[in-house]
């Protein structure tokens, strides 16, 4: 090949082998699970995701130090219980990331909903903390207390995470198409663990308003080190008009500008 823009076939099956199998590494993670109102929770999920077994919520800041795609980044993020044919598993309805690779790839592959942030994640035992900051609001901040350091341990584990994979329309309404159920598989490995206690507070945020989310009751607060492998697969197609009023939660809020700036043209 003359340039680096088109790929030769042994270079596209490299690459094709890392899409199918993204795996991180050395990862530092705080992760605080909330009780909510169920309410909320059915509003939040799309159908045909159904709420789990309880109104959970978890909320993560993680150090993720290696990955076979995208380098090392900081990642956040806010998961909703919920269930699929029957199987338990977790909705993402948000997913800040430090980097643009991180950004983009999980976004074109998987769908889930990224965005570029700054992420800090500071853990000196017995204490850790992490924070989100978009748009010069610090809008997720997580706090852990642990009267133990990390203890040693080799727990495996396998949760489905589902996103909702779709195209906007050029005309900017609607999408191309039916919108696809994303599976992302998270075989992951851990390594190093320690439980306690904590709090989360939620700052207002035109786009990110996960302040929408009562915090009920903090269940636990978890830190932990180890290691995560993906792999995916579409489960099901969702009629596109059906999905439209969960379509903007994985982007910013136009209409702050819209009001901001020019009028729009009719």
Partial sequence: ?????????????????ILAAPSFFDIRTLALSIETDPAVVRELLP??????????VTLSV?????????GP??????????????????????????????????????????????????????????????HGVTFMELH??????????????????????????????????DVRL???THRGRTHRFARGTGTVTLRESRHDPLIDIPVLNVLAATYSEGETHTSAKVVAEVPAA???????????DMAVWEMAGLPALA
């Fill in 144 to 177: 852990g207390a642990f009267e133990d350091e990390p203890a040693a341990v080799e727990r495996t584990t396998s949760v489905p995470h589902y996103y909702f994979k779709f195209q906007p329309a050029a005309n900017g309404e609607g999408f191309e198409h």
């Fill in 1 to 17: 090949m003359l340039t680096r823009f088109v790929k030769s076939p042994e270079e596209i099956a490299r690459l094709q082998a």
């Fill in 73 to 134: 980044f900081r990642g956040a993020s806010v998961n909703i219980a919920c269930r699929y044919g029957g199987e338990e598993g977790l909705y993402c309805l948000a997913m800040p990331m430090s980097t643009g690779p991180a950004v983009t790839f999980g976004r074109e592959l998987f769908a889930e909903p990224k965005k570029l942030a700054d992420i800090d994640l500071a853990v000196q035992f017995p204490h850790a903390r992490g924070a989100v900051r978009r």
């Fill in 47 to 56: 159908p045909p995701l159904e709420p789990g077994d309880s109104s959970r």
């Fill in 182 to 184: 994303v599976r992302v």
């Fill in 62 to 70: 993680s150090d993720i130090r290696e990955s076979n795609c995208v």
């Fill in 242 to 252: 059906g999905f439209l009023p969960w379509a903007f939660a994985s982007s910013d």
